[in-house]
DNA sequence: GGTAGACCTGGACGC
DNA sequence: GCGTCCAGGTCTACC
């Protein structure tokens, strides 16, 4: 089965799955000679389907190709998720206006850079976000990997690939485990707590994708997650699309450093205060923008 | 409100 | 091979 979903031009859907590390995270996979992305997945009615995503031709929006037969309401729900994930209608032609007249961003609109890859569900990138905090980019993927592994429900035809683990499915596991045998450290009892709290209703993380709350208000309420601190919140806020915040973690100190700043020790109100006058884009801004020093995760992970 | 110390893991380094 | 140190954000207790 096939669906071709339309994209608000310009749109590059490279530029979607490079713009950060998500696409080397489970269950993403990244087929780095054709630009390829596969991503199983599992449905509402507790189906798991492998879909594969790709540049549709002429590059203005993206090909769904999955094995399995959809019925109507499954494929309504992978063309929504989809829509999320890659941001098919995200509009910023504000932020180019302004990119245009910087050097550092010139190449913004042409890049098509803006949108950021995203899970299925927002659930999902909580928890991967928690588990990029106080660890290296391998470890992250290393935790990542094993969480899918461990408690994701794996494909009907290939159950060596597994869709990211529902709440529920998280919720009935324990601390001990997590810690011990995922491997996740001080963070299990935050992943089991998120889990424990979506699964039972207390939290509607899927909600936050669209509630109008102000900024402000809905990053109080990511930092009110156990785990989720400011540079998670600002994190999880991009990907919902609020950019008013910078997400400032070591990465950040260091580029901004190089950037103004002749590579001395720098702290997290000189990155805030590089990019303040970028209001509602700074986040944008701050991401896309074309760094002196080249340094990134790729490095480490290749290294 | 600000600060110090603890939390875990894996990699680098010295022996 | 083993032990030690360090980097990476957040939480909690304390002032």
């Known amino acids: ?7 608000r031009p310009p749109f590059s859907f490279s530029s979607v799955v490079r713009s950060h590390g998500w696409m080397q995270l489970a269950p993403f996979i990244l087929d780095q000679d054709s630009g390829d992305l596969r991503y199983a997945h599992q449905l509402a009615s507790g189906r798991v389907v492998d879909l594969l995503l790709q540049a549709a031709p002429g590059g203005e929006g993206v090909r769904v190709k999955t094995g399995a037969d959809l019925d109507k309401a499954e494929a309504a729900e992978v063309a929504r998720k989809v829509g999320w994930m890659l941001g098919l209608d995200m509009d910023f032609s504000t932020f180019y206006a302004r990119a245009r007249r910087t050097p550092k961003l010139a190449q913004a609109e042409a890049e098509a850079r803006g949108r950021v890859l995203r899970s299925a569900t927002f659930f999902e990138d909580t928890v991967k976000t928690i588990l990029t905090t106080n660890t290296s980019w391998a470890g992250t993927i290393r935790m990542v990997g094993t969480l899918v592994e461990q408690f994701g429900a794996p494909l009907p035809d290939e159950p060596e690939r597994r869709a990211f683990p529902t709440p529920g499915r998280l919720a009935q596991s324990d601390v001990a485990t997590l810690r011990n045998e995922t491997r996740l450290g001080y963070r299990a009892p935050y992943v089991l707590e998120l889990a424990q709290a979506e699964a039972g209703g207390e939290l509607d993380l899927e909600a936050y994708k669209t509630n109008d709350l102000p900024t ?8 009110a997650i156990k ?28 580029v901004v450093s190089h950037e103004w700043h002749a590579g001395e020790p ?3 109100a000189e990155v805030e205060a590089a990019f303040e006058d970028w209001g509602q884009w700074k986040g944008l801004a701050f991401w896309f923008w074309d760094w002196d020093y080249k340094w990134d995760y790729k490095d480490e992970e290749t290294a």
């Open 227 to 254: 785990g989720v601190g400011p540079y998670a919140a600002a994190n999880l806020l991009m990907l919902l699309g609020r950019y008013d915040y910078l997400p400032v973690d070591s990465w950040a100190l260091k």
């Open 266 to 268: 720098i702290d997290p």
């Open 216 to 223: 402000p208000e809905l990053r109080k309420a990511l930092l």
């Open 1 to 7: 089965m096939q669906l071709n979903l339309p994209a």
